[in-house]
C-alpha cells in the first residue's frame, strides 16, 4: 500500500512537472507575444508538426499541379518539367530569407508584419493590402479547382455532372462555404484536418506516383529532353518555356503560412522556421516524383496527346493519364486523395488570409475593422473576419473565366507582395538588421541571399507581366480576351492581371489617403521593432 501511494504520489507530481514546463512554455511564448504590443487572443496549440502541414498544405503540390498541368504540357510538352527544378531553387531563396525573418518577428501576418518592423508604415500597408486581395485569389483559384477533379470522379461513381463553367462555379462556390465554416470553429479543427490530410496526400501521391513508374511507364526518359514544342528560336522558345513555367510558379509559394500562424503556434521563434523550410523540400520532393510519373505514364503517342490537348480534347489532362492507366477504382480512389488534398489546401489557404487580416484589422488597417475583426471567446477565432474573407473569395466565382486565369493573376500577385517583402528585408540588413540572435539565422550569407531572392523575384514577376499570345492561347490574355465583356475600347487591350493589380491598387491607394495617411497607430510595441 506504501509502496502503491507513493508510485501514485510520484505519477501525479511527474504530472504536475509537465503541466508546469507547458505551462512555463506558453508563458514565455506570451511574454513574447506582447513585447509587440498584442496580448494572446487566438489558442496557442500548434506544434511543428501543424505548423509545417498548414505551410505543407497550402503550397500542396497535388493543387497546383492539377490546376495548371494542362498550361505547361500544351505549351512546352513534356519538357515543362524543367521549370519544376528551376521554381524550386529560386523559391528557397526566397524560403530561406523568409525564415530567417520569421524567426524575429513571431507575429500574425508575415509579409505585412516584418515590413512594418522592418520598414515604414506607408510601405508596409501597401504590401499587406496587396498581399491580403492575393490571398483572396488564391481561395478562388483553388476552390475553382476542386471540381476539376470532383466532378469526373462523381461522374465516375454513377452522377451525371456536366462540365460547364456554371457547374463547375457553383461546386466552387459550396467548398468556400464548407472551408469557411471550418475556419469558423477554429485553428484545432483546421490542424486536424491538416495534419491527416497532409499524411493521405504525400502517402497517396508517393505511392501512386511509383505504381505508375513501376508499371505504366509508357514513355522513355527522352520525352523530357523534346523541345520542339517550343518552336523556332530562342526568343520564341524562351518565352513558351516561361509561359509553362506558370504551373510551377503557382505552386511552391505560401511556405511563409508557418509565420503567419505564429501566435498559434508554441515556441514560433523556432518552430516557423523549420515548417517554412521543411515545406518547401517536401513540396519539392513529392513534386518531382508526381511530375516525373505522370508524364512517363501519358498513354500512346505523347505528340498526339499534347496536341489534343492544346485543342482543349483533353479538358482535364492529369483525369485522363490516371483513368488510362488504373483500373477504374483504383482511379477513382487517386482522385479522392487528390480532391482530399486540394479541399485541404483550400482550407490552409484561406486559414493563413483570415490571419493575415486579423493582424491587419488589429492594427487599424483595413475598412470597418471594428465590426468584424473581434475574436469570439469560445471559439478563439476572429469569426467576422473569416466571413469577410470567404465573401470576398466568392466575388472572382461571380464571373468565371477558369480557374487558370484566377490563379495566374493570384500568383502574379503573391510574388510581387514576397518581392516588396524582400526589399524590405534588404533595406533592413543594410541598416544593420539583425542585431538579435535568433533559432534560425542564415549569418554573413543573409545578404546574399536576399539579393538572389529579389533578383529572381523580380524576373518572375517580369514573366507574370508579359502578355504573350503563344501558340496555344494567351498567357495573361488582354480583358477583350475574356467572354461575354462588353468594356470602352480603350480599356480592352489591358492585360487581365495588370488590369486586377491596377484595380486592387486604386482602390487601396484612395482607401490609404482618405482613411490611414494621418490614423494614429494602434499598436505601439515595446523595443521589439529596436531590439530585432
Known sequence: MIASAAIQEGSAHARRGALSVTDSAHHADEQDLARFGYKQELRRVLGVYSSFAVAFSY????TGI???FILGISLAGPAFFWSWPIVVVGQLLVG???????AHFPVAGSVYQWTKYLSNRTYAWFTGWIYLFAGVLTIAGVVATVPLVLIPLLNNLGMTIPTTPDAIRNTAALVLVSTTLLSIFGVRIVAFVNNTGVVFEIVGMVIFALILLLFYHHQSPAVFTDFSYLGSGFTVGAGTFLGAMFMSLFVIYGFDTASTLAEETKNPRKSAPQAVLASI???AIIGT???????IAIPGDVHQFVADTAAGKNPFP??????????????????????AAIYICCLAIQTATIRLAFGMARDGKLPLAKYYNNVTPSLHTPVGTCIVIGVLAGLPLLYYAGA??????????????YILGNIAILRARFNGWPKDSAPFKLGSWGTIVNILALVWGIAMEINFLW??????????????????VTIPSFLGGIPIFEATLGVIIIVGAIYYLIAQRNAPETVQPTQAQANA
Open 59 to 62: 503550397i500542396s503540390p497535388s
Open 66 to 68: 492539377f490546376t495548371l
Open 96 to 102: 530561406l530569407n523568409f525564415a530567417e525573418v520569421s
Open 281 to 283: 523540400v517536401g513540396a
Open 289 to 295: 516524383i508526381f511530375l516525373v510519373a505522370v508524364i
Open 318 to 339: 492529369l483525369v485522363t493519364i490516371i483513368e488510362a492507366n488504373f483500373p477504374g477504382w483504383a482511379a477513382n480512389l487517386y482522385l479522392f486523395v487528390v480532391v
Open 404 to 417: 487558370a486565369t484566377i490563379a495566374i493573376g493570384a500568383t502574379g500577385m503573391i510574388y510581387l507582395s
Open 467 to 484: 502578355p504573350r499570345n503563344l501558340a496555344a492561347g494567351y498567357q495573361n490574355p488582354p480583358i477583350s480576351a475574356l467572354p461575354n
